[in-house]
């Protein structure tokens, strides 16, 4: 009964989210913030959250917003760092840097997890996740400078660094729930 106590507030809460996210969209969208806007921006979300939902992702775990916080500050220093990289190879006196696409197994075990991941890795620049393995839990990735060992290295240690974030984050393993007949990856 506790466990469907909270997936109904969980699944409450994702509503009323939804809905300000959409209605906000809406009067952003108009550009004119008034209560003839945010009443249509919020009927047009009822109408998208009630006749065309969106299939239910199971979720467990918690949210841990240290966590959290330290994936954003981590991820965000990549990011920078990634974005100077690539400002770098583009004017650079030599030829461009070798590219190729690295396969990185992960340990994540949700989906909706796995997607935010994918996700992440796709906002450094230099990278892009060109296909997941959902059964297997592997993504393969096009990595703009794979031409030393050293790079390679340091595109697996940076991918490690933000797997382990995000499952400190979103799905530590003490947290992981199979369902009653559900396929367990190892």
């Avoid at 770098?88 to 994540?108: D, E």
Wanted: aromatic share 8%; net charge positive; charged share 15%.
């Amino acid at each position: 009964m506790r466990t469907l106590h909270r997936l109904l507030n969980r699944d409450t809460a994702l509503r009323v989210c939804t809905l300000a996210w959409l209605t906000a969209v809406w009067v952003a969208l108009w550009g004119e913030l008034s209560v003839a806007t945010v009443t249509a921006g919020f009927a047009v979300a009822l109408i998208i959250i009630f006749a065309l939902p969106l299939p239910q992702v199971p979720v467990s775990g918690q949210f841990h917003p240290l966590s959290f916080l330290a994936l954003l500050a981590v991820g965000s220093y990549y990011a920078v760092e990634s974005s100077l990289q690539v400002a770098w190879f583009a004017i650079r006196p030599s030829g461009p840097p070798i590219s190729g696409v690295l396969r990185v197994p992960l340990a994540i075990r949700s989906d909706l997890v796995l997607v935010m991941c994918t996700d992440l890795l796709n906002l450094i620049p230099g990278t892009m996740v060109i296909e997941i393995d959902r059964r297997r839990h592997v993504v393969y990735v096009h990595v703009l400078d794979v031409g030393s060992d050293k790079a390679v290295a340091k595109f697996y240690r940076t991918t490690r660094r933000l797997e382990t974030l995000i499952i400190s984050a979103f799905e530590r393993p003490s947290e992981w729930h199979h369902p009653r007949g559900a396929e367990v990856h190892r």
